[in-house]
């Protein structure tokens, strides 16, 4: 979380676009919450503008100029990952830029293009 904020120069949590959060404590482990590009993706239908287009091979891209900070997005988000930048009255959403990565001490955060899988023929 710390690594996305940095990407915007920020020092603190507020603009990351990912979040982790305790699976019930530390015995259960960590759950990461970021955009699961979704090839249809819920949080583009509603919004009312535009500003959240999808983008090809899934996920979306945020357009900040046309965002209204309406809101829709993050109810319709089925993950939580559309995440609110409270100053200026907008979502956050991931960019897919791949700099927390290489941060995580864990090594569960990774970038990769996933290859299509094969249709179902029946």
Known sequence: MFACARRFAEGG????????QSAGGIDKGFVVIV????????????????????????????????CIGC?????ACP??????????N???????CGY??????YGVLALEELEEAPHDRG
């Open 90 to 96: 907008k979502p956050r959403v991931c960019v897919y």
């Open 71 to 75: 809101g829709n997005c993050v109810e």
């Open 35 to 66: 955009c699961r590009a979704c090839p249809d993706p819920p949080c583009a239908r509603v919004c009312p503008t535009d500003a959240l287009l999808p983008r090809e091979g899934g996920g979306v891209k945020l357009d900040i100029e046309e």
């Open 100 to 105: 927390c990565a290489p941060h995580c001490p």
């Open 13 to 20: 949590l507020a603009k990351s676009c990912i979040h982790v």
């Open 79 to 88: 993950f939580g990952a559309i995440l609110w930048d409270g100053e200026q």
